[in-house]
């Protein structure tokens, strides 16, 4: 597992996502309210809340961003607050970030002044994202 603390603080996508994920974007702003799993493909810009788990390709919770549930994707960036258990190849918590819960991932980068209280796993490059019909 590779754990780096930056101060970045842009939402850069990781190298290793297609081309393919990066172009399907949603965007779920401010004020959307979701009680329920979710699945979704592409990048999922991500500033509402949601009480359930969320299936995706590429997630960003935003700022405004509360998730309260469990989280499986390729790549995620919490900017906002997350409640639960990440699994992911790449986790990004911005200095904005505060995350409770379980991180199990390859790669995790913390920027200064994210709120951190998880358990973290390092996961093997065996592979994760397992999308069923």
Known sequence: ???SN???HKSELPATIS???KECRSVLSDGIVIKGDWQSRGVVH???EIT???IVDVLIITATGK???NVHAKSVVVEGYLKGEI???DVHLSSNASVIGRIETETLKVDAGAQVECEVTAKDKAPLFIRTK
């Open 1 to 3: 597992m590779i754990v």
């Open 6 to 8: 930056t101060e970045s």
């Open 19 to 21: 081309k393919d994920t």
């Open 46 to 48: 991500f500033g509402g």
């Open 52 to 54: 359930g788990d969320l």
């Open 67 to 69: 998730v309260e549930g």
């Open 87 to 89: 699994e992911a190849n």
